[in-house]
């Protein structure tokens, strides 16, 4: 009698296979902040609590960099510069021991001059599994295979201001959108990710300083929506043709933090003191007075992270360490209060199994939050690392690890 294809030991091995193949493409964080650009590991194994004993393994980094740590498989993708900017690293570490597995070195022949809180090779990578791509501002836009061999490389400005560049470029379908917010002429631009064509260039109305903030790509019943944070507001366009859809008008400047998506709407923070904000996207033109749903006070001083949201709360820290719960529906304030850490607090939180984990500049140490009604603070994990040594990256959650980057040092964390 001829085999069935479909015998139960085969079919077995299909619903295996599909199963491991669905996880590991959860276990790739490909792009700032995660597949989906919002800080969320859907991981049921990220770790929540550790200390330097749980470090198992740190290396040094060529150069300095705030980019942070992402992944396909074991290959972990990171950026550097040389102390005077002339020189920009993309390198390839293996996930499992730190080792360098290949570097690529650009040059720069005219360097921008970034603010002392940034760095030459701020914009964390994204990859889609064949190719990474890394942006160094005046360096160019640069495209290589997983094994490092070059693909293309694009210039996009020389960026001009005391200021440098952060966003990073995130890929959608077939393309690598970079947002290109400069001290003057500022725009959007979509590449073709295979060759590096321009497919769409939109102006951005941004002046009169830089923008560093990264667009996220939201679906809103059956449209996608990219959304880009500003100097004056957030803006929504359309991915495929980069046509500005809708602008809601912002509460102050800076406009770095990227907005959360949940619950149907944008939670949005402008990066210099103002009130948070949420809108309901899908909607034509200047929408400020239209869409959106609610305002509240912000106290704190400056808003460098960006906001998280954990069902129905929207966590937002200050730079200064003071953290504040709103209600996601109305804007309600269920409670602020310090951190308890003494210094400043820039990098973007991420959310893992239903806690908020958000990271202190200076010595690396994380606080981790369990939102609610009530302040409740899981611990606050210390690392090991120097009291002066500075993590301006988010942390990055793979495979069931953490992985954390200061300037020079990346640290691999396991439960």
């Known amino acids: 009698m001829r085999n069935n294809p479909w015998s139960s030991g085969n079919l077995f091995v299909l619903i295996y296979a599909a199963l491991i193949l669905s996880s590991y493409s959860e276990e790739n964080w490909s792009q700032f902040r995660g597949p989906h650009g919002m800080g969320h590991s859907l991981a049921e194994d990220t770790p929540l609590k550790w200390s330097s004993d749980s470090v198992a393994w740190k290396v040094p980094l060529k150069g300095k960099g705030q980019s942070s740590p992402v992944n396909w498989g074991d290959k972990i993708f990171l950026t550097g510069g040389s102390d005077n900017g002339r020189e920009r690293y993309l390198y390839c570490l293996d996930s499992r021991n730190g080792k360098l597995l290949w570097s690529r070195t650009i040059t720069c022949s005219s360097p921008e001059r970034p603010h002392r809180m940034n760095s030459y090779a701020t914009p964390t990578c994204a990859t889609d599994g064949e190719r990474v791509v890394a942006f160094f501002g005046p360096a160019g836009l640069h ?41 003057g002429a500022s725009s959007l631009v979509a590449l073709d990710l295979s060759s590096g064509e321009v497919l769409w260039k ?16 939201i679906e809103v019943g059956t449209k996608k929506e990219l959304v880009l944070n500003g100097e004056f507001g957030v803006r929504a366009y359309d991915p495929a043709k980069g046509r500005e859809l809708w602008f809601c008008e912002g509460f102050n400047g800076r406009g770095s933090p990227v907005p959360a998506f949940s619950n149907g709407l944008l939670y949005v923070v402008n990066g210099k003191p103002g009130d948070a904000y949420a809108v309901k996207p899908g909607g034509s033109g200047d929408v400020t007075n239209s869409r959106m749903a609610w305002h509240a006070p912000r106290r704190g001083g400056r808003d460098l992270p960006s906001p998280a949201v954990v069902g129905d709360f929207l966590v937002v820290v200050s730079m200064s360490g003071l953290a504040t719960c709103y209600d996601t529906g109305s804007g309600k304030i269920h409670w602020q209060q310090n951190l308890g850490l003494k210094g400043e607090y820039a990098p973007a939180p991420i959310v893992a199994a239903g806690h908020i984990l ?14 609610g009604k009530h302040f409740d603070v899981l611990g606050i994990n210390d690392l090991g690392a120097e009291v002066d040594e500075i993590f301006r990256a988010c942390l990055a959650p793979i495979q069931g690890k953490i992985y954390a980057r200061s300037l020079s040092m990346l640290y691999c964390i396991e439960r």
């Open 143 to 183: 495209c290589y295979s997983l094994n490092g061999e070059k693909i293309w490389s694009r210039e996009l400005g020389a960026f001009p201001g005391p200021w440098g560049v952060a966003a990073s470029p995130v890929i959608v379908d077939n393309m690598v959108i970079q947002n290109c917010d400069a001290e």
């Open 202 to 217: 939109t102006v951005r109305n941004n002046k009169p300083r830089g923008g560093w903030s990264t667009p996220v790509l």
């Open 358 to 371: 958000i990271q202190s500049v200076y010595g690396g140490k994380t606080v981790v939050l369990k939102p």
